[in-house]
């Protein structure tokens, strides 16, 4: 019941406090949009420990926690990134249009930690959601710069498709690592790795997505364009998998 009451004055104190960062970063005032946004991210993480500490098990598993954990990363790295001089409309206040979609998707979800079962604290179960979770915080915060780099100033664009393009690279290798954790899950589990299914397709749909955004040749603005749109995809990908495995459970 503590936890519960804990979770309904944290969550919307903290949408609160991502709204004012989104505001007063629109407004231009830098550092009381990273203090507040500071603020969110901290609330955020009590709100993870809170449920962790509650379920006994990391929060990864059902949508509302593994959401408030990519929002937590994604928020942390919005605080820490540097600002784009020079440019009206800064890649933080991407980062904060996005945190506030992943909370409002949470909305229709039940606010509460997920349920212990046998297998939340198996290695490799913990691995596999966790690293997924890890994957679609840091892919949204490439998606923010390849958003500034579409819309964005000119004179930026190319250090904005660059650093679109690295946190895309980590997002891709959390990925693959979540996709053998889910392996050697199987193998364990079953006795036999995972075979064709609805969801090794999910998978190998957004690896696809990746794996174009890394390889279109040509370094002109057409191949730049072309690639930052498959990364879009593949993020929005990992995310409607998300919401759909999400509603399943439900």
Same mark, same amino acid.
């Given at each position: 019941m503590? #936890?519960?009451?804990?979770?309904?004055?944290? =969550?919307?104190?903290?949408?609160? !406090? =991502? $709204?004012?960062?989104? $505001? #007063?970063?629109?407004?231009?005032? #830098? /550092?009381?949009?990273?203090?507040?946004? !500071?603020?969110? $991210?901290?609330?955020?993480?009590?709100? !993870?420990?809170?449920?962790?500490?509650?379920?006994?098990?990391?929060? $990864?598993?059902?949508?509302?926690?593994?959401?408030?954990?990519? #929002?937590?990363?994604? /928020?942390?790295? /919005?605080?820490?990134?540097?600002?784009?001089?020079g440019c009206p409309w800064d890649a933080r206040a991407w980062v904060w249009l996005l945190v506030l979609l992943l909370m409002g998707i949470t909305l229709f979800f039940p606010g509460q930690a997920s349920s212990y079962r046998p297998d939340s604290t198996f290695l490799w179960v913990v691995l596999f959601h966790g690293l997924r979770c890890l994957a679609l915080g840091t892919g949204l915060f490439a998606v923010a710069h390849f958003m500034l780099f579409r819309f964005g100033s000119r004179a930026l664009e190319k250090s904005l498709f660059l650093m679109g393009r690295n946190y895309l690279l980590v997002t891709t290798i959390l990925f693959l690592c979540s996709e053998y954790a889910g392996m050697v899950w199987c193998q364990a589990g079953w006795g036999d790795f995972w075979h064709w299914s609805g969801t090794f397709f999910q998978s190998a749909l957004i690896i696809l997505c990746l794996m174009f955004a890394f390889h279109i040749p040509g370094k002109s603005r057409l191949s730049e364009n072309t690639r930052s749109i498959s990364g879009i995809v593949a993020v929005l990908i990992m995310l409607a998998v998300k919401i759909g495995k999400g509603l399943w459970m439900v």
């Open positions: 503590e #936890t519960s009451l804990f979770i309904s004055i944290a =969550y919307p104190v903290d949408m609160g !406090l =991502y $709204v004012i960062s989104l $505001v #007063t970063q629109l407004l231009k005032w #830098t /550092g009381s949009s990273r203090f507040v946004a !500071l603020c969110a $991210v901290l609330v955020n993480g009590a709100l !993870l420990a809170v449920m962790a500490v509650s379920s006994h098990h990391l929060p $990864v598993f059902n949508l509302f926690e593994s959401l408030m954990l990519s #929002t937590f990363v994604l /928020g942390g790295l /919005g605080v820490f990134s540097r600002p784009e001089k």
